[in-house]
């Protein structure tokens, strides 16, 4: 059967490290990834927000995640995130890219005001992440024989103009330029690598009445009128880290309500059934 | 902290689906992807075609051996009038579907000079009209309430150039314009619409051997292979769910990495 090949359970049991794990989008997906059989290593820089998470994908059902404070800024950090998955769990199957921050330094400055050190920072943690921790995966994956899953996590901010993150856009477009070239480096080795682009995306269920109504109101201006909840990447993440997804790499997914195929005219702007154009 | 509203990715289940077309071994996968999902399948063919009429029986017969409903049809879906009146007959006979899945295929391979005007006309009949008919019959019938998919078997065909296919081209990037103008026009109603977009495929014509010592082609594609219809059942199944309604208006490469070809 077809679906079966969604299984992460093995054999063997597929590992997978998640790094921004912790929260957001990168702890929907890894209960999700969970869920469907895998053992998880998250990483992020809290130790707290770590504990936390690792405790929700275990009520969730999951195994007991592990648990690594890492810097994705630092090489050494990223090569130890690796070392310590393998020594915790033996191997590793799916690293996972998906930390990443959007509105840290420099958010909204103009480019004439955008200083060096706010730059290197956006780009450091939205992109060089991601290629010292698949420099590292990939290392271990070559130890451990053919096979292996790069999936990275990229935005709808990389595709169109984005005036108040210059960096985050640029460090993201690079995230899925990479995940091209990548792709075409390693496939010789059985290692496929994906990207996924969400769109506007709520990080975590509304606390309260009020944030719920300003979602709502958010949601207006999007194609399916309304923005996506974090758990709706976990199917995705699920099918791009099984082995239903064999013949896909290199490929972009996004999930943004529809916003990209769109955005020529304001949402829900109808040509008029009067307009018409005789050729 | 409230919990999400989570829905499952790869369950069907009570749910109804339309696929059209078996003219290749997608149009299988795909159907018994999704009744191994827990959809209940009507299975009609693109053409009048007996083998494809043939298969659109046995494929039925393999849905309701699974223990889900089904139905089949002979369809010709370059005439509209008979996919309105199939889609009401199955609406009768088996439920309206809240899923459909487009994957009728006719392709021609000839320089441009030589594509007659009934050639070029029929490429785009089967391909790009009929997708449009079919979508326009699916929503005139659609269940009102029921969150709906839309989903499009296209090709890397209609992105990328080769000799010799101006025709199947056109039409198939006829096909992402469909695609992307339903995304917005349905998006109030909780109907998505995506294409997933073949490679090549194990059932490609004029594809040539199958052994990649022999096949300058097959050395071309990244993974080094063809694709085969099994590799397109379960991203079928998550398009098709609940829990995909944040995806629409998208082209998904199934390709083997090849539109990612330098």
């Given at each position: 059967m077809v679906l079966e090949k969604l299984r992460l359970d093995g054999p063997p049991r597929r590992v997978i490290i998640v790094t921004g794990g912790s929260r957001g989008l990168g702890k929907a997906m890894s209960i999700s990834l969970a869920e469907a059989g895998a053992d998880i290593c998250i990483a992020s820089r809290t130790v707290s927000q770590l504990e936390s998470a690792a405790a929700e994908i275990k009520a969730a059902g999951g195994r007991e995640p592990l648990i690594v404070p890492t810097n994705v800024q630092s090489p050494a950090d990223c090569d130890a995130l690796i070392e310590k998955t393998v020594a915790h769990f033996g191997r590793l199957d799916v690293m996972l890219n998906n930390a990443g921050i959007g509105d840290r330094r420099g958010a909204g400055d103009r480019i004439q005001d955008l200083d060096d050190a706010d730059w290197h920072d956006t780009i450091e943690v939205n992109l060089h992440s991601t290629f010292y921790c698949s420099r590292a995966a990939t290392r271990q994956f070559l130890k451990q024989g053919p096979g292996g899953v790069i999936l990275n996590v990229a935005s709808g901010t990389a595709l169109r103009s984005s005036p108040q993150s210059l960096g985050y856009?640029?460090?993201?477009?690079?995230?899925?330029?990479?995940?091209?070239?990548?792709?075409?480096?390693?496939?010789?080795?059985?290692?496929?690598?994906?990207?996924?682009?969400?769109?506007?995306?709520?990080?975590?269920?509304?606390?309260?009445?009020?944030?719920?109504?300003?979602?709502?109101?958010?949601?207006?201006f999007i194609t399916v009128r309304r923005l996506g909840d974090a758990w709706e990447l976990g199917p995705l993440a699920v099918f791009l880290c099984s082995d239903a997804s064999s013949y896909v790499t290199g490929e972009s997914f996004s999930i943004d309500g529809g916003g990209l195929a769109g955005g020529i005219a304001p949402t829900g702007y109808a040509m008029a059934e009067t307009a018409v154009s005789r050729g | 902290m409230a919990d999400w509203n989570r829905k499952p990715g790869f369950d069907l289940s009570g749910k109804r689906a339309l696929v059209i077309g078996c003219s290749n071994p997608s149009g299988r996968a795909?159907?018994?992807?999704?009744?191994?999902?827990?959809?209940?399948?009507?299975?009609?063919?693109?053409?009048?075609?007996?083998?494809?009429?043939?298969?659109?029986?046995?494929?039925?017969?393999?849905?309701?051996?699974?223990?889900?409903?089904?139905?089949?049809?002979?369809?010709?879906?370059?005439?509209?009038?008979?996919?309105?009146?199939?889609?009401?007959?199955?609406?009768?006979?088996?439920?309206?579907?809240?899923?459909?899945?487009?994957?009728?295929d006719a392709l021609l391979a000839k320089p441009i000079e030589k594509v007659t005007d009934t050639e070029f006309g029929r490429i785009q009949?089967?391909?790009?009209?009929?997708?449009?008919?079919?979508?326009?019959?699916?929503?005139?019938?659609?269940?009102?309430?029921?969150?709906?998919?839309?989903?499009?078997?296209?090709?890397?065909?209609?992105?990328?150039?080769?000799?010799?296919?101006?025709?199947?081209?056109?039409?198939?990037?006829?096909?992402?314009?469909?695609?992307?103008?339903?995304?917005?026009?349905?998006?109030a109603r909780d109907i998505t619409s995506n294409c997933i977009s073949t490679g090549w495929m194990d059932w490609t014509p004029g594809r040539g051997p199958d052994e990649l010592g022999a096949n300058l082609l097959m050395r071309f594609i990244p993974m080094r292979r063809f694709g085969k219809a099994e590799e397109l059942a379960a991203l079928s199944v998550l398009l098709s769910s609940d829990a995909a309604g944040y995806f629409s208006g998208q082209v998904f490469h199934v390709d083997g990495g090849v539109s990612e070809h330098l």
């Open positions: 856009a640029a460090a993201k477009a690079g995230v899925i330029s990479l995940t091209k070239s990548l792709a075409a480096q390693l496939v010789g080795e059985d290692i496929r690598v994906n990207c996924i682009i969400p769109g506007f995306v709520a990080q975590s269920p509304a606390r309260d009445d009020e944030e719920a109504a300003m979602r709502k109101q958010r949601g207006r | 795909i159907a018994l992807g999704l009744a191994e999902a827990g959809a209940d399948v009507a299975i009609v063919s693109s053409s009048m075609d007996g083998d494809e009429v043939m298969e659109a029986k046995r494929i039925a017969k393999a849905v309701e051996a699974m223990g889900r409903k089904s139905i089949s049809q002979g369809w010709d879906v370059t005439l509209p009038a008979n996919i309105q009146v199939g889609l009401k007959q199955i609406g009768k006979e088996f439920g309206k579907p809240s899923i459909m899945v487009y994957n009728a009949a089967v391909n790009q009209s009929g997708a449009y008919y079919a979508s326009r019959s699916f929503l005139k019938e659609f269940p009102e309430g029921e969150t709906g998919r839309i989903l499009f078997i296209t090709s890397i065909f209609a992105e990328r150039g080769v000799e010799n296919l101006t025709a199947y081209t056109t039409a198939k990037a006829g096909v992402i314009g469909l695609n992307v103008a339903l995304s917005q026009e349905l998006g």
